[in-house]
């Protein structure tokens, strides 16, 4: 079972890889229907979660279940621990999408979650924080309140 789990995620990854994003999406789909260990099914997530993003932005038809697709997908990726250091790129790309798509709450925990998981502070940390303040901000707005002062 591993062995055909493996074969079908390769091939999958070879139909992103090419930009054949809607060939890749049933394989995916396949793979994460198998026995995975947990760091493959997070990177399966996370490809899945860009494919129906790319899509998103091409099928303007379909875009608002495909940004819900990504949402989903990358959601579900940031809960699996053995995602390491892609776990906080991960919560980023998932925070901003929530945040254009007006999910403050929901962005604001992914952002926290991306400040969380990045031990090494790197520049994903440093971008989850400010995406998190200006969420904080809009939240406030939201609320009818006067902006609040996020301390550095």
């Known amino acids: 079972m591993a ?12 139909e992103y890889a090419k ?6 999406l049933p394989l995916y789909e396949e793979a994460l229907c198998m026995e995975l260990d ?12 860009r494919i129906f993003l790319t ?3 091409i099928d303007e038809l379909s875009r608002a279940q495909r940004r819900a697709d990504a949402r989903r997908a990358w959601t579900e990726a940031i809960g699996i621990r053995e995602g390491g250091v892609d776990r906080a ?5 998932c ?5 254009e798509d007006g999910l403050l709450p929901r962005a604001a ?3 926290k979650a991306c400040v969380e998981y990045d031990t090494a502070h790197t520049h994903v940390a ?4 400010e995406r998190l303040g200006e969420t904080s901000r809009l939240m406030g707005q939201a609320k009818g309140a006067p902006p609040k002062r996020i301390a550095a």
């Open 19 to 24: 930009g054949r994003f809607t060939e890749a």
């Open 109 to 111: 925990r992914c952002f």
């Open 89 to 93: 790129a991960v919560a980023l790309d």
């Open 38 to 49: 947990s760091r493959t099914r997070f990177v399966v997530l996370r490809n899945q979660g």
């Open 3 to 14: 062995v055909r789990a493996g074969g079908l995620i390769l091939e999958a990854n070879r």
């Open 55 to 57: 899509l998103a932005n």
């Open 95 to 99: 925070g901003l999408l929530c945040l």
């Open 126 to 129: 440093k971008a989850a924080h």
